[in-house]
């Protein structure tokens, strides 16, 4: 069966730091993989999403970016935390045959 | 872009009554999905429902594409169930794919 592993759960971080979130999927091939914000109040916010190694959309202009180095491992990182980049991080990925989503457990970032 | 409007966006229901959610949108889909979000941030796929009904346990969900609605029925309603659940619909654009989330509706069961 396919997992989605995320962290970590939580992060405190200081402004101006760097960011390194990872997400690994199993039991699956060349999923489609994304990373979504959910910012206080509930809307979730689609932040880039990958269809396959080394290919990454943005969806916001923002101070974070996403790499895929491997077909079942996304990354998202920033160089220098914002007070604003807080909120909960959470990865998901999807079947090629099917466009049902699944999520991981979320990383809560608070930047202080 | 589709909008998706959910209702009531906060319910508060006694355990053991039932409850009906609504998702609204602005346009033809082709599929919709259902999330349930825990006190704890975990979202999980209840339900991917293109149209008609489907049913898993207490819960089931009916999606008439063609009103541009579905529904999400919580029947015999429990503690765990409260969270905040999530419709979403697909929207595409050139080469690409992603789903637009509702602002969700946030259920309070209490014993």
Not at chain 1, 78 to 96: H, N, Q, T, V
Not at chain 2, 40 to 48: E, R
């Amino acid at each position: 069966s396919q997992t989605i592993h995320q962290w970590p759960a939580t992060l405190v971080q200081p402004v101006g730091s760097p960011l390194s979130l990872e997400c690994t999927v199993e039991g699956t091939s060349n999923p489609n993989l994304y990373w979504y914000r959910q910012a206080a109040g509930r809307g979730l916010q689609l932040l880039f999403y990958s269809v396959g190694i080394g290919q990454i959309s943005s969806e916001v202009p923002q101070n974070l970016s996403a790499s895929r180095p491997q077909d079942r491992q996304f990354i998202l990182s920033s160089k220098k935390l914002l007070l604003s980049d807080s909120g909960f991080y959470l990865c998901a990925w999807e079947p090629r045959e099917s466009e049902k989503l699944f999520f991981g457990s979320g990383t809560q970032l608070s930047v202080l | 872009g589709i909008q998706v409007e959910q209702s009531p966006p906060d319910l508060i229901l006694q355990e053991g009554a039932n409850s009906t959610l609504r998702c609204n949108f602005s346009d033809s889909v082709n599929n919709l999905q259902w999330f349930h979000q825990n006190p704890w941030g975990q979202l999980i796929n209840l339900f991917y429902i293109p149209s008609g009904t489907k049913q898993n346990g207490r819960l089931s969900a009916t999606t008439v594409a063609t009103e541009r609605y579905s529904l999400l029925y919580i029947s015999s309603s429990q503690t765990t169930d409260s969270g905040v659940y999530f419709c979403a619909v697909p929207s595409y654009g050139a080469g690409s794919y992603q789903l637009t989330f509702g602002k969700g509706t946030k259920l309070s069961v209490i014993p």
